[in-house]
């Protein structure tokens, strides 16, 4: 845990300038705004333990608090199978006190004001949620110090929701994996057995999802992190859909860490071509593999042309030519994790053969028709992945139902308009930034992600914390 509470300080030390300022600027003036609310009264029993004060609840606390929980806490669906989103999250904040927990109460509190501040466009508020996120930062901080810790759930979920924080309301560049090491040794320290309970898998599968995303982006290698992930994953019940989606998702993982690494090799000790030709093929063959995966009535969903959605009533918002219904958002943030995964691969690939074409020796001209061909090929897997990513918004954002039909305001449930389009801004951001996309699919991603931020209520005003 030492590497994480290292991260864990340097983070903290750039907020504290402005949680110097919130401080004396907004610190309560009269003792009925310091009283403390019943969900936070256990805490003061091991208040001596931490560096810092617990948080004091008035009612703009509870509106922070009640304002996350509306956006982002999504309960199972009985009638379609469909898992929650953070659904354990209310009951492990509300219980009772121990080490640590607090930590999650102030890194709740931080989510709560940030999305205020974005409402409100306030930024008291905003200084209010650097504040409890410093605050959650120290907390947590000083739980690690502890040789005996036990990161249990509580501990985890501080960790997630601080990491949901930080993707949403803080810039890149100061938070680009600055939780992904202490993520993953939580994950390590807990065991094979965390995957054995339905709390402690659900809680896996949103760490391990981030951790993987970020590594496939970020070009991150997996040794040091988690390893062993794999591993537990095999040796669970394939039978058991979600079981049989984290083994397909290990997978997608694995191949576009092959192709990262293909990728190296040809920067650093260049392959011969036919080498990196070779490689390249059996690469493509394994990406082949992945397209017979998503097969069965549980992966199905049905393309409409706009023209048949735009009939039921008046739309705000362009719809992509050709739209895809999924039973829920779930199957579609499922079914978008594959494809950008792809997307990913393919770009590596298309790098491999850029530096292969590049080279033009002479030897090369027995086969760089083959390899001109194959970077066609990826090219257009890319855009047709990108096209697919962007049929997936209308449903994702809250515009139509699953059955195709166009969603009245007052019908729109909060949370999964929020929870959707949170699961779109990982393939969101990657489709905006393709050099390989479309202008037009570039365009609409943009489009896209400017209602992404609206309805996860991404900071437009933290300052210069914004996140973009």
Same mark, same amino acid.
């Given at each position: 845990?030492?590497?994480? /509470?290292?991260?864990?300080?340097? %983070?903290?030390?750039?907020?504290?300038?402005?949680?110097?300022?919130?401080?004396?600027?907004? !610190?309560?003036?009269?003792?009925?705004?310091?009283?403390?609310?019943?969900?936070?009264?256990?805490?003061?029993?091991?208040?001596?333990?931490?560096?810092?004060?617990?948080?004091?609840?008035?009612?703009?606390?509870?509106?922070?608090?009640?304002?996350?929980?509306?956006?982002?806490?999504?309960?199972?669906?009985?009638?379609?199978?469909?898992?929650?989103?953070?659904?354990?999250?209310?009951?492990?904040?509300?219980?009772?006190?121990?080490?640590?927990?607090?930590?999650?109460?102030?890194?709740?509190?931080?989510?709560?004001?940030?999305?205020?501040?974005?409402?409100? +466009?306030?930024? /008291?508020?905003?200084?209010?949620?650097?504040?409890? &996120?410093?605050?959650?930062?120290?907390?947590?901080?000083?739980?690690?110090?502890?040789?005996?810790?036990?990161?249990?759930?509580?501990?985890?979920?501080?960790?997630?929701?601080?990491?949901?924080?930080?993707?949403?309301?803080?810039?890149?560049?100061?938070?680009?994996?600055?939780?992904?090491?202490?993520?993953?040794?939580?994950?390590?320290?807990?065991?094979?057995?965390?995957?054995?309970?339905?709390?402690?898998?659900?809680?896996?599968?949103?760490?391990?999802?981030?951790?993987?995303?970020?590594?496939?982006?970020?070009? $991150?290698?997996? $040794?040091?992190?988690?390893?062993?992930?794999?591993?537990?994953? +095999?040796?669970?019940?394939?039978?058991?859909?979600?079981?049989? %989606? @984290?083994?397909?998702? #290990?997978?997608?993982?694995?191949?576009?860490?092959? !192709?990262?690494?293909?990728?190296?090799?040809?920067?650093?000790?260049?392959?011969?071509? +036919?080498?990196?030709?070779?490689?390249?093929?059996?690469?493509?063959?394994?990406?082949?593999?992945?397209?017979?995966?998503?097969?069965?009535?549980?992966? #199905?969903?049905?393309?409409?042309?706009?023209?048949?959605?735009?009939?039921?009533?008046?739309?705000?918002?362009?719809?992509?030519? &050709?739209?895809?219904?999924?039973?829920?958002?779930?199957?579609? &943030?499922?079914?978008?994790?594959?494809? %950008?995964?792809?997307?990913?691969?393919?770009?590596?690939?298309? @790098?491999?053969?850029?530096?292969?074409?590049?080279?033009?020796? !002479?030897?090369?001209?027995?086969?760089?028709?083959?390899? +001109?061909?194959?970077?066609?090929?990826?090219?257009?897997?890319?855009?047709?992945?990108?096209?697919?990513?962007?049929?997936?918004?209308?449903?994702?954002?809250?515009?139509?139902?699953?059955?195709?039909?166009?969603?009245?305001?007052?019908?729109?449930? %909060?949370?999964?308009?929020?929870?959707?389009?949170?699961?779109?801004?990982?393939?969101?951001?990657?489709?905006?930034?393709?050099? $390989? !996309?479309?202008?037009?699919?570039?365009?609409?991603?943009?489009?896209?992600?400017?209602?992404?931020?609206?309805?996860?209520?991404?900071?437009?005003?933290?300052?210069?914390?914004?996140?973009?």
């Amino acid at each position: 845990m030492l590497a994480f /509470r290292s991260e864990n300080e340097k %983070t903290a030390k750039k907020f504290g300038a402005s949680r110097a300022s919130v401080d004396t600027s907004t !610190a309560p003036t009269d003792n009925t705004s310091i009283s403390t609310s019943p969900m936070f009264a256990d805490d003061m029993v091991e208040a001596e333990r931490y560096t810092a004060p617990l948080p004091m609840v008035t009612p703009q606390d509870e509106q922070a608090v009640s304002s996350f929980f509306d956006r982002f806490i999504g309960c199972p669906c009985n009638d379609r199978s469909t898992p929650g989103f953070l659904d354990c999250l209310p009951g492990l904040f509300k219980e009772v006190n121990r080490e640590g927990r607090s930590a999650l109460r102030w890194a709740v509190l931080a989510a709560g004001y940030a999305g205020l501040s974005s409402d409100q +466009e306030d930024k /008291r508020t905003s200084q209010l949620a650097l504040y409890c &996120y410093g605050h959650a930062l120290s907390v947590l901080g000083t739980c690690l110090a502890d040789p005996k810790l036990d990161p249990d759930d509580h501990i985890l979920m501080t960790v997630v929701i601080l990491d949901l924080f930080e993707t949403l309301h803080l810039p890149n560049a100061i938070i680009k994996g600055s939780h992904a090491g202490g993520m993953a040794h939580m994950l390590r320290l807990r065991g094979p057995a965390q995957l054995q309970e339905p709390r402690g898998w659900s809680l896996f599968r949103l760490s391990h999802h981030r951790l993987q995303k970020q590594q496939m982006t970020f070009r $991150q290698s997996p $040794q040091g992190l988690l390893p062993d992930s794999q591993r537990w994953i +095999e040796i669970l019940d394939a039978n058991l859909p979600s079981v049989q %989606t @984290e083994k397909e998702n #290990a997978q997608i993982h694995s191949v576009c860490e092959r !192709a990262r690494t293909l990728l190296d090799l040809v920067d650093s000790v260049g392959l011969h071509p +036919e080498e990196i030709l070779r490689c390249v093929k059996e690469l493509r063959e394994c990406d082949n593999a992945t397209t017979l995966w998503r097969r069965g009535p549980n992966w #199905a969903f049905q393309v409409k042309h706009r023209s048949e959605i735009v009939q039921h009533g008046p739309i705000t918002h362009v719809l992509p030519e &050709y739209i895809q219904l999924h039973p829920d958002i779930w199957t579609a &943030y499922e079914w978008n994790y594959h494809r %950008t995964g792809r997307i990913i691969l393919h770009r590596h690939l298309l @790098e491999c053969l850029a530096r292969l074409l590049g080279t033009q020796p !002479a030897h090369l001209d027995n086969f760089s028709e083959e390899a +001109e061909c194959i970077r066609r090929t990826s090219l257009a897997i890319i855009r047709n992945l990108a096209g697919e990513v962007l049929s997936t918004v209308p449903q994702s954002v809250g515009d139509i139902g699953h059955d195709g039909k166009l969603l009245a305001d007052s019908t729109r449930t %909060t949370a999964w308009r929020a929870i959707g389009s949170y699961f779109l801004l990982w393939p969101i951001k990657i489709v905006k930034s393709l050099n $390989q !996309a479309t202008l037009e699919q570039r365009e609409a991603a943009e489009e896209a992600f400017e209602r992404i931020r609206k309805y996860t209520g991404m900071s437009t005003y933290l300052g210069e914390l914004s996140c973009i």
